[in-house]
């Protein structure tokens, strides 16, 4: 693998990593028994390899910093080096046909295909300040149609096949592809002459300035990537921005995943903006360096142990992450949950429709369109709408079409074009849109009672993990 960031030398099995992870919450002797059983490589008897959600909580409670997280992924990757990854894992690679992206530009609106268009020819107009969409942004383009950013409507430039910065694929162990990934940018982002590069997705920046860096020594300096929250917060405080109406809203925060980089400053941003236009704040109760994972990369275990790339598992696996993110949000009462990746937005965006809950999903720029005297265009709950049509053509084709079940090797990273779904595919992605934005599914008793049979899908699913997860622990204490 030629990679090796976790710390042998620091690492004296304290078990703190996994005692305060905010999800596998191990007793002590457990917790120290799980990272005794990654290091040698017995991931049959790790939980943090079987349920790690990726939300990088254990490096930061790590008191000797030996990147616990990190070798999680070294154990992930040795387990698709070997096996190859389960075909749903498709859905996410922009090299691979039915991938999530040209799924969803099937039901898109012409305004939001025209933006996407227009990003990509961009790329061959070199701007020094450039506005880069992201990996999620361009599921939901709409976004930029906002006048807060007008004077970088011009140089918003990019595509899927810039990879969401090496995130996703970083989440899911492929090491040497992040590397790859990193330097391909590099290259890029130098011929395009970037000399301020603010990022649309948090997450994104934060893989140019901290993980990337730090991990595989590629230097992003001479483009200084930022998020574009940063840049908002910045025209706020000197007023170009101009606050016409407080919003006296209770709001919470959701802190994402790469959030937690670059000491957190995310999430004080985020913080400072919504206070700034009238919010109060509510804490969930895992904030901060523990805050959970929205629910979405929370899918990647699914990927790997016996029930690996079983589709149905993948989906109650989503469903149950993303629901326990947003029942923190209903506790505190809150109106509104705030986020800044647009992963986090699209799926938490997801679980509200599924479960009719009260609490709405808004991007801080959204809450701050608002605060301008700006209606945002706020599509999140139709776009949630058609991730479902997306992910039920995902799920017939792996139910019925038996090459859709095996595990594959993933393409050679490239720059390129992602590629088109088949007519088929669109053809049976448009009528499931149609079912779902219809009066068939969108009335109250049939939202009523989809909200209750997920609620009542996700319970089972619960009471199911916990056994398996006793299972596990007695047959390590025998």
Request: aromatic share 10%; proline share 4%.
């Amino acid at each position: 693998m030629g990679f090796r960031f976790f710390r042998d030398d620091l690492c004296d099995y304290c078990g703190l990593c996994f005692e305060r992870c905010p999800v596998l919450q191990l007793p002590v002797e457990e917790a120290k028994q799980d990272i005794k059983a990654l290091i040698r490589g017995d991931t049959n008897a790790s939980l943090a390899f079987q349920w790690c959600t990726t939300c990088n909580t254990c490096d930061l409670i790590c008191p000797v910093q030996a990147n616990p997280y990190e070798l999680i992924l070294e154990r992930w990757n040795e387990e698709h080096q070997s096996k190859g990854l389960p075909a749903i894992a498709k859905f996410v690679f922009p090299n691979e046909s039915g991938n999530i992206w040209s799924s969803i530009r099937v039901l898109m609106e012409e305004d939001e295909l025209s933006l996407l268009h227009s990003w990509r020819e961009n790329m061959d107009s070199p701007k020094n300040v450039t506005l880069l969409t992201g990996f999620y942004s361009n599921l939901v383009p709409y976004i930029a149609m906002t006048s807060l950013i007008e004077e970088l409507k011009p140089a918003i430039a990019g595509f899927e096949g810039f990879w969401g910065c090496a995130g996703d694929v970083y989440k899911l162990g492929m090491i040497s592809a992040s590397e790859e990934i990193g330097n391909m940018l590099n290259k890029k982002f130098s011929e395009m002459r970037i000399e301020k590069l603010y990022c649309f997705m948090n997450a994104e920046a934060m893989m140019l300035s901290d993980v990337l860096p730090n991990r595989f020594g590629i230097d992003f300096s001479f483009c200084s990537p930022e998020p574009l929250d940063y840049w908002i917060l910045e025209k706020l405080n000197h007023g170009e921005i101009e606050v016409k109406q407080k919003l006296n809203m209770k709001v919470t925060v959701h802190d994402n995943c790469l959030s937690k980089y670059t000491g957190g400053r995310v999430q004080g941003v985020m913080r400072e903006t919504v206070k700034h236009i009238g919010c109060e704040i509510v804490e969930m109760q895992h904030s901060g360096e523990s805050a959970l994972c929205c629910g979405w990369a929370a899918t990647i275990p699914s990927l790997h142990g016996s029930v690996s790339g079983n589709a149905l598992h993948m989906l109650l696996y989503l469903l149950d992450s993303l629901y326990r993110r947003l029942q923190e949000a209903e506790a505190t009462g809150a109106e509104v949950m705030v986020v800044s990746c647009h992963a986090c937005y699209i799926f938490l965006s997801l679980i509200k429709v599924l479960t009719n809950s009260k609490v709405d999903i808004y991007l801080s720029q959204e809450l701050v369109q608002m605060a301008a005297g700006e209606a945002p265009v706020h599509r999140n709950e139709k776009r949630a709408w058609d991730i479902v049509a997306a992910f039920t053509n995902v799920l017939l084709r792996w139910l019925f079409i038996p090459g859709e079940r095996k595990r594959f090797f993933p393409r050679p990273i490239k720059m390129e074009p992602i590629p088109q779904i088949s007519s088929a595919d669109a053809r049976r992605i448009r009528f499931f849109g149609k079912i779902y934005h219809s009066a068939v599914i969108q009335n109250p008793a049939m939202r009523g009672l989809i909200s209750i049979t997920v609620k009542a899908s996700i319970n089972l699913y619960r009471s199911s993990v916990a056994r398996r997860r006793r299972k596990l622990i007695s047959s390590r204490i025998k």
